[in-house]
């Protein structure tokens, strides 16, 4: 029940606070052009290549095939340095998105105690805190990516043994194994890591953060089950943009084909962003809810039996 209510009052935020997401819009709308420029260059890079490496030449009645590799020699210092770019922009993105994670979940926050908040005031708040929630996410980040990791290593090696004794089945078996266990994995890790920011936010310091953790491991249906939300709702919300970027790409390259792709999928990753920060804020509030909950019903009947004893 705690995963459906923290969804429910997560639309029901949303509904009722649209402007919420302006911050990240504003966001999202200041990096489209940054991105755009930064990749003009690099749109068609891998399909030109894959375009030119898988040629068809017909000798007589037979077509041979002929395959090279993805990216060239003598384009790899391209790559290289479209992967710098990346990276640069990965970091960048990801400091900006701060402010606005940080200004939404205090929004909410501030929504949820029935006060009034400023727009201005949630962009000035999270200019602020842009660096603890850039280290916070790092830091969660780099946890769960490990721990997602750790139970792969030995299911390489078994498909690596597959592979080498040629079976097919023992492949498919093991491969089945690992998203028979992968799959809930990350469904608990992504409801566990999207609390980690709300903590921050409402405790005011990176080590209360990981107060995520224990919350998640104490509830952990109900972390699975909220992950499982979570991702389906961004996956819907995805699926829009991606629809027109993926039309839109054939064949599209240069700075305006670019930023118009960015702008169209900016609305999109702000209302993606609200869901994952909110929905973060609501679980954990829902989740310590119930514990209080139950710690004052143990006090209550501890309370009762001390009150018979001294009767």
Same mark, same amino acid.
């Given at each position: ?7 429910a009052k ?13 911050i990240p819009?504003i ?16 749109t068609?890079?891998?399909t030109?290549e894959?375009?030119?490496n ?16 993805i990216?060239?020699?003598?384009n ?18 990801a ?15 501030t929504?949820?105690?029935?006060e ?8 000035v708040?999270g ?11 790092v830091i969660?980040?780099?946890?769960i990516?490990?721990? =997602?990791? $750790?139970? +792969? %290593?030995p299911a ?5 043994? #597959?592979? &080498?004794?040629?079976?097919e089945?023992? /492949?498919?078996?093991?491969l089945?194994?690992?998203l ?10 992504v ?12 405790k005011?310091?990176?080590g209360a953060?990981f107060?995520?953790?224990s919350?998640?491991?104490?509830n952990k ?7 499982i939300?979570?991702? =389906?709702? $961004?996956? +819907? %919300?995805?699926?829009?943009?991606g629809?027109?970027? #993926?039309? &839109?790409a054939?064949?599209s390259?240069? /700075? ?5 792709l ?11 962003q609200?869901?994952?920060s909110?929905?973060?804020l ?29 009767i």
């Open positions: 029940m705690g995963a459906i209510n923290a969804f997560t639309i029901e935020t949303i509904t009722k606070n649209p402007k919420l997401l302006l819009i966001i999202a709308l200041i990096i489209a052009p940054i991105s755009a420029y930064l990749l003009k260059n690099y068609a890079l891998f030109e894959m375009q030119k898988f040629e068809q030449k017909q000798e007589g009645n037979v077509i041979v095939e002929e395959h090279g590799s990216i060239p020699k003598e790899m210092e391209k790559f290289m340095s479209y992967i710098k770019i990346i990276i640069l922009l990965g970091i960048l993105s400091l900006l998105n701060a402010i606005g994670q940080y200004a939404v979940v205090k929004g909410a926050l929504a949820e105690k029935g009034e908040y400023s727009l201005i005031q949630l962009f708040d200019i602020k805190n842009m660096i603890q929630v850039f280290v916070v996410n969660i980040g780099l946890i990516f490990v721990i =997602i990791m $750790v139970p +792969l %290593i390489f090696l078994m498909l690596a043994a #597959g592979a &080498m004794l040629k079976s089945a023992f /492949f498919m078996m093991v089945f194994f690992v028979l266990l992968e799959l809930p994995l990350v469904f608990f890790l409801g566990l890591g999207s609390m980690a920011v709300p903590i921050y936010v409402i005011g310091s990176i953060a107060e995520c953790f919350v998640a491991f104490k249906l109900s972390t699975l089950a909220f992950g939300l979570l991702l =389906i709702s $961004v996956i +819907l %919300i995805m699926v829009v943009p629809s027109f970027m #993926g039309l &839109m054939l064949g390259s240069g /700075f305006t084909a670019q930023l118009l960015n702008l169209i999928e900016a609305p999109f990753q702000a209302l993606t609200a869901v994952m909110i929905g973060g609501m679980l954990y509030l829902e989740l310590t809810k119930e514990e209080k909950d139950l710690e004052e019903e143990i006090l209550e009947e501890v309370q009762k039996e001390l009150n018979e004893f001294e």
